[in-house]
């Protein structure tokens, strides 16, 4: 084969089929977003439906319908018996286990958010890149994002379900990968509701929790641990960490906390974990770690632009990064363990 045939042939097999998915891609996610704030796989979960029974479930209209409800056929999040008219409905396999509310490992309260507020925010990725500045509640404001988030009750709660299932995975991955055998007492900074705090004390017997935020947040995470009834061993409390140190404990946790920050807050962070850890303590990082060659962990990239929109100077950060500041800051030695998805933990061991 000639060269010209030999380069046409390779251009026949390029196709603007990837440009079109992702350039496309909001329709789809506002498809899948849209049947969660709804609760649409709640309903699914404890039967299968109709169309027409979706339909006077959800005070809907009748056109679009079949689309939206196909369209999530087609993407996985539901099966279908029969077509149109014909047809029933009901959860595939995954989004039976992580989009009804009804079930401990419920994911939808990032999905939630990203629909209320991120999604709209998103929209101006650009002016966000040309300015800098965050594009969300502080877009004209003055202030810091926590301070607007902390007024509105709702909202702060939605927040504190969405961390929860973001990192619902990756908590439940944490408790079986690492090893808290020689450890007894655990701190989680930015505990948010409490949930890392409670599968460490459910999966490990032996280890007392603290799980550490302002006072709005704590309250949450009370009534959480009640739920759970874990009083005895899992404990709210409230408190500033920019303000106060770190509560002493044998390992420091931070779930998505450090990439809210900028480089001087990373670094105040960990130096307050190393004071607050014995030796031979542990703190543990976990985020959407992103790869070193930055290539490859696209939602990590992404979260990183998040952080553009929703913060003044937040960050997500490469494992070569969160090495060079635990070095910096007086840790020995550093791991990274692969959680689940696009997210890992970095420990530093002091």
């Known amino acids: 084969m000639d060269t010209e045939a030999k380069n046409r042939k390779e251009q026949d097999r390029i196709t603007p089929k990837k440009i079109m998915k992702v350039g496309f ?4 996610s506002k498809a899948l977003l849209t049947a969660v704030k709804l609760g649409l796989f709640t309903n ?11 339909r006077k479930e959800f005070n809907l209209d009748g056109r679009g319908l079949y689309d939206w409800l196909d369209a999530l056929v087609a993407l996985g999040f539901l099966e279908r018996e029969g077509l149109k008219e014909n047809a029933i409905y009901s959860n595939s396999q995954d989004s039976d286990r992580f989009l009804d509310q009804n079930k401990r490992g419920y994911i939808g309260g ?35 994002f926590f301070e607007i988030l902390y007024e509105d009750e709702d909202r702060l709660r939605q927040m504190t379900r969405a961390m929860a299932g973001i990192q619902m995975g990756n908590f439940k991955a944490l408790v079986n990968k690492f090893d808290f055998s020689q450890y007894n007492t655990l701190c989680d900074m930015g505990g948010a509701d409490g ?17 550490y935020d302002l006072p709005k947040v704590a309250s949450i995470a009370e009534e959480k641990i009640k739920k759970w009834g874990l009083e005895d061993r899992v404990k709210s409390v409230a408190g500033d960490f920019w303000e106060e140190g770190f509560p002493e ?67 997500d950060f490469t494992s070569r990064e969160i090495k060079e500041w635990a070095r910096k800051t ?19 061991y002091k």
């Open 25 to 28: 891609g909001f329709s789809s």
């Open 44 to 54: 699914l979960a404890q039967n299968p439906l109709s169309a027409e029974e979706i």
């Open 110 to 144: 990032i999905l939630e958010m990203a629909n209320d507020r991120l999604y709209p925010f998103w929209s101006d990725l650009e002016e966000a890149l040309r300015t800098g500045n965050p594009q969300n509640e502080i877009k004209h404001e003055d202030t810091d």
């Open 195 to 211: 949930e890392l705090s409670l599968q460490v004390a459910s999966r490990h017997d032996h280890m007392e929790c603290v799980t």
């Open 249 to 315: 404990a044998d390992v420091i946790t931070m779930g998505n906390i450090l990439h809210d920050w900028g480089l001087d807050k990373k670094l105040t962070l960990l130096e307050k974990a190393y004071s607050s850890l014995p030796e031979d303590g542990a703190c543990i990082v976990i985020e959407n770690i992103i790869d070193n060659d930055r290539s490859e962990n696209v939602f990590g990239l992404t979260m990183s632009l998040n952080m553009l929109i929703e913060t003044r100077n937040g960050f």
């Open 330 to 348: 007086g840790f020995s030695s550093t791991e990274i363990i692969p959680l689940t998805g696009p997210s890992s933990a970095a420990i530093a």
